[in-house]
């Protein structure tokens, strides 16, 4: 079975930062594309981020120049750090991976979210 956990989410101030972490945990071969979406109250989920295995990135408009994901294969984790937070930022952060656990086959897991919010 395999699990991913989010963490880093918490309370922001305009302009602030924070970092989200998601790491896999399980028994799998492989990591392929890890990426990072937001689900803000009432809107559907969206893409924030993704990243390959080989580490081309690419990013929503909206967070370009803001936000940078990465990822450490060896820890079997993705990051995003934002910066220079807005207020539309304010969502639940989901980190999602495409894995393969036997060879040939790939599937796709989701975090439970970690949820980023403004402080008034």
């Known amino acids: 079975q395999v699990r991913l956990l989010e963490s880093g989410g918490g309370l922001v101030r305009a302009g602030g930062s924070l970092r989200v972490s998601c790491a896999a945990f399980g028994s799998f071969i492989s990591i392929n594309d890890m990426g990072w979406y937001r689900q803000a109250p009432g809107k559907q989920r969206e893409l924030v981020a993704d990243i390959t295995s080989g580490g081309s990135t690419e990013y929503a408009d909206y967070v370009k120049g803001r936000f940078t994901i990465s990822r450490d294969n060896a820890k079997k984790m993705v990051y995003l750090q934002t910066t220079s937070l807005k207020h539309e930022d304010t969502a639940d952060y989901y980190c999602?991976?495409?894995?393969?656990?036997?060879?040939?086959?790939?599937?796709?897991?989701w975090g439970q979210g970690t949820p980023v919010t403004f402080s008034p």
């Open positions: 999602k991976m495409i894995i393969t656990r036997v060879a040939g086959l790939h599937y796709q897991y």
